[in-house]
């Protein structure tokens, strides 16, 4: 069962780790939200595969409060050129909802080229542009809103931590009908190794819309992670 889900939403991807015998990885965490005065649960699932040139990943994330709830699935595939390896073409698909900030289910796409500004022993730093469009309420409208999508992202490791930095911005292209969506998104993660896979997770998210009429969204995230290969 658990392997027809994830062939049924990773398709071609799973024929191509069979073919390479790399293994698919899986990250669980679980504990405690902060977001502006309320507290709640927290819980995140993640299926990870890296290969040279490939990169396939799906996440589930969601926390609850005690009046609001974000819900968020997604789904990024990458290729690196084979004759230019620094840079690489992208595709993400994802559904979120999120009630803090006044966002009901939503479908977002975007899609693009990527480059590395940098790879090193202990880490790498990547670019992204690329076109996106989203559907702010995927389940009663058919009006799709267009952005520019540019990122910076930065992985490092050390001996005792590990951090991740991701910016985005979304800069809305199409006509501004009710209010103009354009945003950054940021995303700040320390992890601390503890044994056996297992490790403390810190997260501090946040999305900030230029248009300060819309509702900017923070969370600061605590809780213990664990990861292996799925067998």
């Known amino acids: 069962m658990r392997y027809g889900l994830i062939a049924f939403l990773l398709g071609p991807a799973w024929i191509s780790a069979q073919q390479d015998s790399i293994r698919w990885k899986h ?10 005065t309320s507290n709640g649960g927290f819980g995140y699932y993640r299926i990870n595969r890296q290969s040279e040139n490939t990169f396939r990943d799906l996440r589930l994330f969601a926390y609850g409060l005690k009046e609001d709830s974000f819900i968020y699935i997604r789904y990024k595939s990458s290729d690196k050129y084979a004759t230019r390896p620094r840079f690489y073409r992208y595709t993400i698909t994802s559904y979120r909802k999120n009630t803090r900030a006044n966002v009901a289910l939503q479908y977002h796409f975007n899609q693009g080229f990527g480059m590395f500004l940098s790879q090193y022993n202990n880490g790498l730093i990547n670019a992204e542009l690329g076109h996106a469009f989203d559907m702010s309420d995927y389940l009663n409208e058919t009006r799709k809103t267009s952005y520019i999508k540019t990122g910076l992202f930065w992985d490092h490791d050390s001996d005792r931590f590990s951090t991740k930095l991701e910016l985005e911005y979304f800069k809305q292209i199409s006509e501004v ?3 103009d969506l354009s945003r950054i998104q940021y995303l700040l993660e320390l992890i601390i190794p503890i044994k056996n896979g297992l490790s403390i997770n810190v997260n501090y998210e946040m999305e900030d819309y230029s248009n300060k009429s819309l509702t900017d969204a923070s969370s600061l995230i605590f809780a213990l992670g664990w990861q292996g290969n799925l067998k």
């Open 177 to 179: 009908i009710e209010n």
């Open 27 to 36: 990250y669980g965490r679980g504990g405690i939200v902060s977001a502006d």
